[in-house]
């Protein structure tokens, strides 16, 4: 059974950071490009970054700058860290792989920032 668990999401003011965690089991995690995708209220999903099997980096031109993914494959675990979070950065955000399997989302970690 696949299971991504997300963590390290809370309340932040604007500018401050958060590092997320997702840990990953029940799959092969070090064969999958992973993401890491946010939900804010009245909106859809959105891709935030990716990451692939060897390391490489894409973003979201919204978080360009200010995020970077990262991953650890001896943990099954891939990481979000953010700077300079700003009020519409607040989403429920989660991880899955890149391209997103339906069948792995998990609970998400709601992260609020206040102006």
């Known amino acids: 059974q696949v299971q991504l668990v997300e963590s390290g999401g809370g309340l932040v003011q604007s500018g401050g950071s958060l590092r997320l965690s997702c840990a990953a089991s029940?799959?092969?995690?070090?064969?999958?490009?992973m993401g890491w995708y946010r939900q804010a209220p009245g909106k859809q999903r959105e891709l935030v970054a990716r990451i692939t099997r060897d390391g490489s980096t894409n973003y979201a031109d919204s978080v360009k700058g200010r995020f970077t993914i990262s991953r650890d494959n001896a943990k099954n675990t891939v990481y979000l860290q953010m700077n300079i979070l700003k009020p519409e950065d607040t989403a429920v955000y989660y991880c899955n792989t890149f391209p997103s399997t339906s069948s792995f989302w998990g609970q998400g970690t709601q992260v609020t920032v206040s102006a």
């Open positions: 029940g799959i092969i995690f070090s064969t999958y490009f």
